[in-house]
């Protein structure tokens, strides 16, 4: 399972399987007659990062740019070789949109074996670090929040492991 999507269903079923039965259960032996209160308004919960950086247009601009600086760079672009780079750009659009919080419409492989090959080919730490460069850039010149870049680049670095097959 990958980082990005077991930190949310970990949390869900922390949340579902444990603490959900225990707070029933509570109830349940103390027998008490719980109402629900009116209450004022719940506070909004906050959006996701795939709402606030803008959606699909804003994760498809950011892709399209990413893939601009990353095929111009003569350090990375060689694993880029002979990949056919719509539907790379449409798998790479699809993952970001998952793991920022947008519709799961991901099928692509997983981290670790879709990335096999590029270890063949020398890809590395340096190589990674290189590629985040460019995320970031790419966020900052699209407009995007530093605290959202941070949070982009961190999701991305969680990859890191799976990435480079470690």
């Not at 990005?4 to 922390?14: R, S, V, W």
């Not at 999701?155 to 890191?160: D, G, I, N, P, Y």
């Amino acid at each position: 399972m990958h980082l990005e999507t077991f930190i949310p269903a970990f949390l869900m079923f922390a949340v579902l399987g444990l603490v959900l039965p225990i707070i029933l259960s509570d109830m349940a032996e103390k027998g008490r007659n719980y109402t629900v209160e009116p209450k004022a308004e719940p506070a909004a919960s906050p959006a996701s990062v795939y709402k606030q950086i803008g959606g699909e247009a804003a994760v498809n601009a950011a892709v399209d740019v990413f893939y601009r600086r990353v095929l111009a760079d003569a350090y990375v672009n060689r694993f880029f070789a002979g990949v056919d780079m719509d539907k790379q750009a449409g798998k790479q659009k699809a993952f970001l949109t998952m793991v920022m919080g947008g519709p799961h419409n991901y099928t692509g492989k997983d981290m670790r074996e879709g990335h096999k090959h590029l270890i063949r080919m020398g890809l590395n730490d340096s190589h990674f670090d290189h590629i985040l460069m460019h995320l970031r850039a790419t966020l900052a010149q699209l407009g995007v929040p530093e605290n959202l870049i941070q949070t982009i680049i961190g999701v991305a670095e969680s990859t890191r492991a799976d990435v480079l097959d470690r």
